[in-house]
């Protein structure tokens, strides 16, 4: 069983939510503003989700260019300093915009595309 992941982005004006297996979409759905919402709206889902796909999920909440955005507190799955919350539904991890997307690579032995495809993609006997 793949691990399901989850990445939301809470916006001003909707939040937006991917839910994936590996590299298959599972669900896709815009919802309104988490400041419109239940102050637990978020957690319950994720606790749903969750309880029907009957494991943890690995969630990333991508933080907004203001970072502390009233929409990205109002998640309700991170605490007063951008931590994400930890359950034994759910594990929050925070994402900023602006990082690399690519790690830093030692450059002089060769290109290793293949081995870093396997780190990527994981191994499975």
Not at 14 to 38: D, K
Not at 83 to 103: I, L, M, T
Request: hydrophobic share 40%; charged share 20%.
């Amino acid at each position: 069983m793949e691990r399901i992941s989850v990445t939301m982005q809470p916006l001003a004006c909707e939040t937006r939510l991917l839910v994936m297996a590996g590299r298959h979409e599972l669900m896709r759905a815009v919802l309104g503003p988490a400041t419109a919402g239940h102050p637990r709206a978020a957690a319950t889902l994720l606790e749903g989700l969750s309880l029907w796909h009957q494991q943890a999920l690995s969630v990333v909440v991508r933080v907004g260019d203001e970072g502390t955005s009233a929409a990205t507190r109002a998640t309700g799955v991170l605490d007063d300093l951008l931590f994400g919350q930890r359950s034994v539904h759910y594990d929050v991890e925070v994402a900023f915009p602006g990082r690399p997307r690519r790690g830093r690579r030692i450059q002089g032995f060769g290109d290793f595309a293949d081995l870093r495809q396997l780190c990527i993609e994981g191994v499975t006997p």
